[in-house]
C-alpha cells in the first residue's frame, strides 16, 4: 500500500532564517505531487505541483520553491522567510491523473515564523 | 475557472439529528467531486467523490453526497450524526481541464452536541 510521510511535523523558525520541508511517497511510482497550505485552520491554497522528476508548477507568486529531485521526494524551500510563510503545510499525492484519483495527504507539517 | 464555495462557516447539530454541509461548484467540462474531512492538526482524509453515474454517493463513516448538476451542487449529508463527526469539511473539485489541479473549498466546520 502507498503511505505519504511529511518532516518535520512542528517548525519554530526566525523571520528571515531558510526553510527545508520534506516529503516522500512510497508504494508508487511517477506520482503527481503537491505542496498546499492552510492558513489559520480553513481554506487550502495550493502552492506548487508536479507530475516528474524535475518539473515543478507555480501556482502562486511566493517566497517559497519546490523541488523533486527524485520520483517520490517533493521538498518545499525558502530563502529567507517572513511572517506571513506561518501556517499549516501539506504535501499530497495522486496517481496517474484520471478524473477518479483522489489526493491522499500527509499528516502535515505546522511551521511558525517569530 | 474552477471554484468551490461552501457558504457556512460553521454547521451546529444534535447528536443523533440528521446532518448537511453545502457545497457549490463551477467547473468548466464534467464535474469532478470530492469531500474530505481534517480532524486538528491532521491531513484531510477522503470521504467519497463523484465522477459520473448516480447521483446519490456512498463514502466513509455513513456520510453520502447528493450531486445535483442544475442546482451545481454536492452537498455532504449523514443521516444521523455523531460527536465524533465534528470536525472541518472540505468540498473539492478537480480542474475540467487540467486534471493535475484540485480547488478546494474554504471549509465548514461541523460541531456535533451530546
Known amino acids: 500500500s502507498q503511505t505519504i510521510h511529511q518532516w518535520p511535523a512542528t517548525l519554530v523558525q526566525p523571520v528571515g532564517s531558510p526553510l527545508s520541508l520534506e516529503c516522500t511517497v512510497e508504494?508508487?511510482?511517477?506520482?503527481?505531487l503537491y505542496w498546499y497550505r492552510q492558513a489559520a485552520g480553513r481554506g487550502l491554497q495550493l502552492l506548487f505541483y508536479?507530475?516528474?522528476?524535475?518539473?515543478i508548477s507555480s501556482e502562486v507568486p511566493q517566497n517559497l520553491s519546490a523541488s523533486r529531485p527524485q520520483d517520490r521526494q517533493f521538498i518545499l524551500s525558502s530563502k529567507k522567510l517572513l511572517l506571513s510563510d506561518s501556517g499549516f503545510y501539506l504535501c499530497?499525492?495522486?496517481?496517474?491523473?484520471?478524473?477518479?484519483?483522489?489526493?491522499?495527504f500527509g499528516a502535515g507539517s505546522r511551521l511558525t515564523v517569530l | 475557472a474552477q471554484s468551490v464555495a461552501q457558504p457556512e462557516d460553521q454547521v451546529n447539530v444534535a447528536e443523533g439529528n440528521p446532518l448537511t454541509v453545502k457545497c457549490t461548484y463551477s467547473v468548466s467540462g464534467n464535474p469532478y467531486l470530492f469531500w474530505y474531512v481534517q480532524y486538528p492538526n491532521r491531513g484531510l482524509q477522503f470521504l467519497l467523490k463523484?465522477?459520473?453515474?448516480?447521483?446519490l454517493v456512498k463514502g466513509s463513516y455513513g456520510f453520502e453526497a447528493e450531486f445535483n448538476k442544475s442546482q451545481t451542487s454536492f452537498h455532504l449529508k449523514k443521516p444521523s450524526a455523531l460527536v465524533s463527526d465534528s470536525a472541518l469539511y472540505f468540498c473539492a473539485v478537480r480542474d475540467g481541464y487540467n486534471f493535475n489541479k484540485f480547488y478546494f473549498g474554504s471549509g465548514t466546520k461541523l460541531n456535533v452536541k451530546p
Open positions: 499530497a499525492w495522486t496517481g496517474t491523473p484520471t478524473g477518479a484519483n483522489v489526493l491522499t
Open positions: 508536479s507530475v516528474g522528476i524535475g518539473q
Open positions: 463523484y465522477i459520473t453515474g448516480d447521483n
Open positions: 508504494g508508487t511510482s511517477n506520482p503527481n
